[in-house]
Each structure stands twice: as structure tokens, then as C-alpha cells.
């Protein structure tokens, strides 16, 4: 069958947009295809720094004929009918439709369409000029004369040729014919911008990505990130050092370049005094390039990897020399940024009201930086306050919580008023991914204790689902105060998270609660804190999320909270709760005692509305229980009496395992009930006796979780 091969050639596209371009590309053209009954075998889009392409493979040569009957008015209605169904079926005269009989309905005209399928290069013809003009760059422009017009196409970069090719293998394609503002689809493509600019023609994929090698550009992203992994790893291990993996630098790199040569540069070794952090954020942000490590101390080398996208008549030493001396520039910078910020600022005097204010001890480098922060008046929101007013409401916190989690309160309290004092610093200011990481090297240089140094780094972890949570108690307790504080204040401002819009990040700090106090065994009354159900409730709908992603049910969850939510603010116990229900249902005497209960619920619910919420409340007469004579519903009563309030002991003592040890316990009189009794019994009295016995089973079982929630 035909396969598609599609180019769009053009200047240099942004390497953060490409692998969504080519995403892009594959569903816009597929979804065309299939909308109008053109089904393939499979797609593939490709991307470098100036080239889309899309392979669709499998193709038929047309789409499928169509045969669509449109049923008409009846014989002999109004004229207005007919002609409105002539006009709709695309009929000239009643002459072209047939008559069908129904023997209630009587005679209509049916219209017969048949629509011969498309051949597939004239649809391909349609969809790939309407692609091109409306692809959802995130950013594009106009280019040439036309551009002064205003309507002409829009690209991320001039976009310079279109390939179109349509064939089978055993044949030579076809030009599938078509032109964008004015460039005209061909079977030409053009090789790398150094070593092979001019034209190549090709057929199809195969001999595409072959010429393309040819012409030094390797088309496949994922194969030049191989490639720089691979020879980077190599160079390294020449030279006795690791290479520091980077996949976002990586993927960004990769999408620099469409023929990748490896080269190694070096600087001098006095740069090694900066923090290892701040050396690879320098040589990172500023020239795209790879740090090494030194494997007997742990520390960065003075050498880095380069990515060219040219085989230099050299062999890269210009290059490597040209990269060296911006290496060299910047770390200058990082130098001065390292110096200074260890220094003491001027005009101190100034800043004595914030440091009194906050506690600080302007003889340290890194509370004048908090005492100027404060001075400042830099807005955290203009709602919430200013850095300085969040600080003290989150040192005051991480001081209450800090018994909760082990921690010491002095400490909480110190390390939270330091938290954000790397944020007007020098470094963070040039570097901002290095906040909290150069608070924690500064509080270290000052002499601060090494459980208050952390956590100035760590307490704005976890930052997402597969960040590591910090389990020092000092850092968790400023950790957990920089969350809360966040939470409360945007739900006070009403500044919640509306379906797919989290602009403050609020999903992911309550997330961060949920892991901190999880992981690290906490036990937090959350209400407490927050003081507002629909903020618990929000939590609620984290912790599933959250729980889900572990593999357990989301229903489970909604039976341990049950119809009281807002009293269950305790995630740790809910957590342990819905774990040890989910073994019990696992387990043959779980699913059977599920399985019950839902039949006795139901048997509830009917007769309910029939008798009145709440008519089976209350005890069974145990003596009409005796009098009936019947064992099985003795012994339900009995093991019922005997269960609930082991169940709810064991809840109220946090032994889940045992609470739902003693709910197995009914398991078999609840089956052996239900085999021999008749709960609707003609007598009214036994039959109402018989639903308060089911009603109680209700009951014990909502002692451990809320069994009506859960699905099955």
C-alpha cells in the first residue's frame, strides 16, 4: 500500500518547540485522514532544528465508496416537503428516488447517494495546505514582502520548501500537487546548512533518511540524542570522569544541532571554588553545555562537554577554545555573585527595624539578606502580603508544627526566617533555579546548625510526584508551614484552582502536604490548621489523585471518608485506613462480606421507601428472634453483637488490620442469612425485626468504612 512522506523545510525552529511539532504535525495530518475514511498502518513524525517531516505508511489509494439511503416524505405530501428533500439529497426530480412501503406508515421516497471514496493524493492535497496554515505554533511570524499585506502564511521561521511525496514501494511516487502562499510541493529536500546545502531528491522514506545522512543531518531526535549520550559518556571516560546527565539539556541540545559532534573544553581550576551547583547552572544556562565529575571526590571537574553541529577542518579547537572563553566569562560572574554574597551589604543601619522585627542577627551575611527582603516590601501577592509578612506567618507555623513532626521549635522557627533569604542574593538573582540550594551553602558558610541549613534548601520539596520528600523533622516542619501558608492564603483570597487552571501551583503544594506528613508518619489534625472544609476537601481530592496513581481504588478512599469528610482531617490514619481496607477486599471473606452488605443495603433501600428513613433503626427484639426458632438468624444477631464493638474498638485504637479481622467474623452468618431466611416474611412483625437485623449490619460495617461507596 501508498505511504505518505511529508517536509517542511524552514529556517531554524526552537528547540523547546520541536517534539510538540512533530507531534503536532503526526495527529493534524492522521486525524484528516482518518475523518475522511483514509485509515493507515502507522505514522511517525520526525524533527530537526529545520526540518518536520511525517512518514504515514500503509495508505489506501482512494477511500472507500458510500452508499447512503436518506429517507424522504411520504407519497403524495406537500410540495414544499419534496422539494425540500430534493434539495437536500442532491436530487433533480422524484424520478431519481425510489418509493419504499410501509404497511403502517404507508409509501416514502427514499433517496439513494452513492459517493464514490476520494482518491487519496487529492485529499492529501486538501489536508496538508490547511495543516501548514493553521499550526498551532506557539509563536510565529510573517516573513518577505507579503508580510506587509498581513494576511500571508504564518511560521515559526520562514518556511523556505514543502516535499509531498504519495506512492507504493514498488513504484516512484507521485508530487502530491499543491502550493502554500506561493511554495510549491516538490520531491526536493536540502542537507545540512555547512556541509550539504544543495538540493536532493528522494522518493520515499528509506532513501530519505539515507540521502539525509548523507548530507550530514541525522533526521531522528531521539537517535542524535543517542549519539551525544553516547560520545559525551566516551569522552568522558578518556579522561578518568563522569559525565553529569542532563535529559532536559539533552533534549534541548539535540534539537541545537542535525549532524552532533562531541567536543570537551576545560577552564581553569580556581572556577572550582564556586559551588558545584552554581558551575553547572552557569555553563548550562549560558552555553548549552554538559558538566563532568570528578568520580574519586564527588566533585565538578574543570572540563565540559560541547555539542557542534559541523565536522571542523580542526577537529573542534577553535570551537572548543571560542566555547572555553564564554565558559571562562561567566564563571567570572559566578565568581563575583559567590563573593558577594558572603559579604556584608552596606547601609545596614537600614535595615535594623526588619531585623529586630524578624529576630535576625544582622552580623550574618544571609539575615541582612532577609532583613533587606523584608525592607523591601517585595510583594509575595497583593492580596497576601509582602515575602516578609509571609515569612513571619510561616515561621510561627513551622514553630506550632514542630512537635507534631519530632522537630525542634528553635530550629523550625530559624530555618524558616531564613527560608527565603537566598532570594535577593546575587546568585539566585542570575540563577533563580538555584533558590533554597544557595540558601543552604550560605547558611552552612555562617555557622547555622545543619538541620536548619537544610532546610532552607529542602523545604520546597517535594516539588512534584517523583521529588524526594525530605525527612529531617526541621525541614519537614518548614516544609510543611511554606504549603499550608500558601493554601490557606489563596483559598482566603478565593484564588482557587478552576479545572485544568493552577496558576499558583496549588495542586502540587497540597500534593507536597500529603507526601510530607504520609511518608514521614505524621500524625496532623489538618483542620486544625486549616480551618476551612473546602480546603479539606480539596486535600481529599489530592490524596486520591495521589493514592490512584499508587495503584488503590478511588472509591475506597470515598468509603473511608464517608458522609463525614470534615472530620476526617488526619490523612495518615485515612491512608492506613483505606490500605488495610483494600487487603481485606482482596481477601474471599472481604469480597463475600461486600457482597452481603450490598444485598441487605439494597433490601434497606427498597424498603425504606416504603416504611420511612430511619423506620428500621434501633435493636432487634432479640426475644422474636428466639421465638421464630430459625438459627441462621441467630446466630447473625449474635455475631453481630459480638463484632460491632470489636470493630469499634479496634478503630478507635488505629487497628485497622483488627477492625476488619472482626467485620470477617459475620462473613459467614451474614451468607448463612441470606441462604435461609426470608426477610419480607407475611408477618409485619418478623419482617420489620428482620430489617433492624440487616440495619445493624449497616451499621457495624460503617464503623470501618462507609460500604454503600464502594463499587462492586
Known amino acids: 500500500m501508498p505511504d505518505l512522506l511529508l517536509e517542511l523545510f524552514s529556517e531554524e525552529i526552537p528547540a523547546r518547540m520541536q517534539r510538540k511539532a512533530g507531534e503536532d504535525l503526526r495527529k493534524l495530518?492522521?486525524?484528516?485522514?482518518?475523518?475522511?475514511?483514509?485509515?493507515?498502518?502507522?505514522?511517525?513524525?520526525?524533527v530537526t532544528p529545520r526540518r518536520l517531516a511525517l512518514h504515514v505508511a500503509g495508505l489506501p489509494v482512494r477511500g472507500r465508496d458510500v452508499r447512503e439511503e436518506r429517507k424522504g416524505p411520504r407519497v403524495g405530501a406537500p410540495d414544499a416537503a419534496v422539494q425540500g428533500f430534493l434539495k437536500a439529497a442532491g436530487l433533480t426530480s422524484l424520478d431519481q428516488a425510489t418509493i419504499v412501503s410501509d404497511p403502517k406508515k404507508g409509501d416514502s421516497y427514499v433517496a439513494i447517494i452513492e459517493k464514490p471514496g476520494q482518491e487519496?493524493?487529492?485529499?492529501?492535497?486538501?489536508?496538508?495546505?490547511?495543516?501548514?496554515?493553521a499550526f498551532p505554533w506557539p509563536k510565529s511570524m510573517r516573513w518577505g514582502k507579503a508580510s506587509a499585506a498581513g494576511a500571508s502564511l504564518r511560521w515559526v521561521r520562514p518556511l523556505h520548501s514543502i516535499l509531498c511525496t504519495f506512492g507504493a514501494e514498488t513504484e516512484d511516487p507521485e508530487v502530491v500537487p499543491f502550493d502554500v502562499d506561493g511554495i510549491v510541493s516538490g520531491n526536493v529536500t536540502y542537507g545540512h546548512r555547512f556541509h550539504a546545502?544543495?538540493?536532493?531528491?528522494?522518493?520515499?522514506?528509506?532513501?530519505?533518511?539515507?540521502?539525509?545522512?548523507?548530507?550530514?543531518?541525522?533526521?531522528?531526535?531521539?537517535?542524535?540524542?543517542?549519539?551525544?549520550?553516547?560520545?559525551?559518556?566516551?569522552?568522558?571516560?578518556?579522561?578518568?570522569?563522569d559525565l553529569v546527565e542532563d535529559e532536559g539539556l539533552l533534549?534541548?541540545?539535540?534539537?541545537?544541532?542535525?549532524?552532533?559532534?562531541?567536543?570537551?573544553?576545560?577552564?581553569?581550576?580556581?572556577?572550582?571554588?564556586?559551588?558545584?551547583e552554581a558551575i553547572r547552572a552557569t555553563i548550562r544556562a549560558n552555553q548549552k553545555c554538559f558538566v563532568l565529575r570528578d568520580p574519586a571526590t564527588g566533585n565538578i571537574a574543570s572540563r565540559f562537554i560541547l555539542v557542534s553541529n559541523l565536522v571542523a577542518?580542526?577537529?573542534?579547537?577553535?570551537?572548543t577554545a571560542g566555547n572555553g572563553r564564554v565558559v571562562r566569562a561567566r564563571l567570572s560572574d559566578a565568581a563575583y555573585f559567590w563573593q558577594t554574597d558572603r559579604?556584608?551589604?552596606?547601609?545596614?543601619?537600614?535595615?535594623?527595624?526588619?531585623?529586630?522585627?524578624?529576630?535576625?542577627?544582622?552580623?550574618?551575611?544571609?539575615?541582612?539578606?532577609?532583613?533587606?527582603?523584608?525592607?523591601?516590601?517585595?510583594?509575595?501577592?497583593?492580596?497576601?502580603?509582602?515575602?516578609?509578612?509571609?515569612?513571619?506567618?510561616?515561621?510561627?507555623l513551622a514553630r506550632e508544627l514542630a512537635p507534631i513532626v519530632g522537630a525542634d521549635p528553635e530550629k523550625a522557627e530559624r530555618a524558616a526566617k531564613l527560608a527565603k533569604a537566598d532570594l535577593p542574593t546575587e546568585m539566585v538573582g542570575e540563577f533563580p533555579e538555584l533558590q533554597g540550594l544557595m540558601g543552604r551553602k550560605y547558611a552552612e558558610l555562617q555557622g547555622e546548625d545543619a538541620s536548619v541549613a537544610a532546610a532552607v534548601e529542602e523545604h520546597y520539596k517535594p516539588l512534584g510526584p517523583s521529588d524526594r520528600v525530605p525527612n529531617d523533622p526541621v525541614s519537614v516542619a518548614v516544609a510543611l508551614a511554606d504549603k499550608l501558608d500558601t493554601l490557606v492564603g489563596f483559598w482566603a483570597i478565593d484564588e482557587k484552582p478552576t479545572g485544568s487552571k493552577d496558576p499558583y501551583a496549588l495542586r502540587r503544594a497540597a500534593l507536597g502536604v500529603i507526601r510530607l506528613v504520609v511518608e514521614n508518619g505524621a500524625r496532623l489534625a489538618l483542620l486544625q490548621v486549616v480551618k476551612d472544609a473546602d480546603l479539606l476537601s480539596f486535600f481529599h481530592d489530592r490524596l486520591k489523585v495521589m493514592l490512584r496513581d499508587q495503584g488503590a481504588r478511588h472509591d475506597l478512599v470515598d468509603a473511608v471518608l464517608g458522609e463525614g469528610a470534615s472530620a476526617n482531617d488526619d490523612l495518615l490514619l485515612i491512608t492506613r485506613r483505606v490500605s488495610a481496607l483494600g487487603r481485606f477486599l482482596d481477601t474471599e471473606d472481604g469480597r463475600n462480606l461486600l457482597a452481603g452488605y450490598k444485598r441487605a443495603a439494597n433490601i434497606l433501600k427498597a424498603e425504606e421507601k416504603k416504611d420511612g428513613e430511619g423506620a428500621f433503626a434501633g435493636s432487634p427484639d432479640l426475644h422474636l428472634i428466639a421465638d421464630a426458632g430459625l438459627i441462621e438468624e441467630k446466630a447473625l444477631a449474635v455475631a453481630l453483637a459480638q463484632a460491632t464493638p470489636k470493630a469499634e474498638a479496634a478503630v478507635a485504637a488505629e487497628d485497622y488490620e483488627g477492625a476488619m479481622a472482626a467485620l470477617a467474623e459475620i462473613r459467614p452468618a451474614v451468607d448463612a442469612f441470606f441462604d435461609k431466611v426470608t426477610v419480607n416474611d407475611p408477618d409485619s412483625a418478623l419482617r420489620a425485626n428482620r430489617l433492624k437485623l440487616l440495619n445493624q449490619l449497616r451499621q457495624a460495617t460503617r464503623a470501618v468504612a462507609d460500604f454503600d461507596r464502594i463499587a462492586g
Request: charged letters at 30%.
Open 197 to 241: 546545502p544543495g538540493p536532493i531528491t528522494v522518493k520515499r522514506l528509506d532513501d530519505y533518511i539515507a540521502s539525509l545522512e548523507k548530507a550530514k543531518v541525522v533526521l531522528d531526535a531521539d537517535r542524535r540524542k543517542e549519539i551525544i549520550l553516547a560520545d559525551a559518556r566516551n569522552l568522558a571516560f578518556a579522561q578518568g570522569l
Open 29 to 46: 495530518v492522521t486525524d484528516a485522514l482518518v475523518e475522511r475514511g483514509l485509515v493507515y498502518e502507522g505514522a511517525k513524525a520526525f
Open 120 to 133: 487519496t493524493i487529492a485529499a492529501i492535497a486538501e489536508i496538508v495546505p490547511a495543516v501548514i496554515r
Open 343 to 396: 559579604g556584608s551589604l552596606p547601609d545596614l543601619d537600614t535595615f535594623k527595624e526588619s531585623a529586630e522585627k524578624l529576630g535576625l542577627d544582622l552580623a550574618k551575611p544571609l539575615d541582612q539578606r532577609m532583613a533587606k527582603l523584608d525592607k523591601l516590601g517585595v510583594v509575595f501577592h497583593a492580596k497576601l502580603g509582602t515575602q516578609g509578612e509571609r515569612v513571619q506567618r510561616i515561621a510561627a
Open 313 to 319: 577542518s580542526d577537529g573542534g579547537v577553535a570551537i
Open 251 to 276: 533534549e534541548e541540545v539535540a534539537g541545537l544541532v542535525e549532524w552532533p559532534v562531541v567536543l570537551m573544553g576545560s577552564f581553569e581550576e580556581r572556577f572550582l571554588d564556586i559551588p558545584g
